[in-house]
């Protein structure tokens, strides 16, 4: 069979409008169902759907979600006992003296942001004075600057209060 010139562009053609009609036969109307997307037509005729119009929708699917065997099995739950940690992931194991050296680190710079954090309550509670700081500058005239700044001090105070009892609950969870 000889192929011309007509006979190649006449088949692509006829190929190319195929695959539009397949194509457009694929994008049937999709209709908004509450939450769902479908363009089951079952579903449609139940009620409560509204066609979409405009552009395209891409649906997202949502990752599959690993079960054990055992789980998927139920049959072989009363076989196989059930353990806290898969035989097949690898664990890390740390030495002893690695584990407690880095539990001192943690523990030492716990204890720094304690002490950092006692200096600074001590430094508010001075310029707090029982809540009669002194006026500033330009708080002399403005009563309501002075009342802005009072409220801020007393704040500070209430956060790194809180700060200093999360650290030493931190610091008692560790040992130290």
Known sequence: MKFT????????ITIGCGGL??????????????????NNVSRIE???CTPLTGGNLTIVRAGTVRTSSVARHPSTARRIPLTTSDATTPKA???????????????????MELDKATQRLTEL???????NPEK?????SNHQKYLD???ELKSSIARTESDIAG???ELGRSGG
């Open 167 to 169: 650290i030493r609950r």
């Open 125 to 131: 509670q001075k310029e707090y004075k029982s809540g």
């Open 136 to 140: 500033l500058g330009p708080e002399t």
């Open 149 to 151: 700044r009072v409220a």
């Open 21 to 38: 009609a397949v194509q457009a036969a694929a994008q049937s109307r999709v209709y908004r169902c509450g939450n769902e997307y479908t």
């Open 46 to 48: 139940q009620g409560g």
């Open 93 to 111: 194991t740390v030495e002893s003296s690695t584990q407690r050296t880095r539990d001192e680190g943690a523990r030492g710079i716990l204890q």
């Open 5 to 12: 010139f007509k006979t190649i562009a006449l088949a692509c």
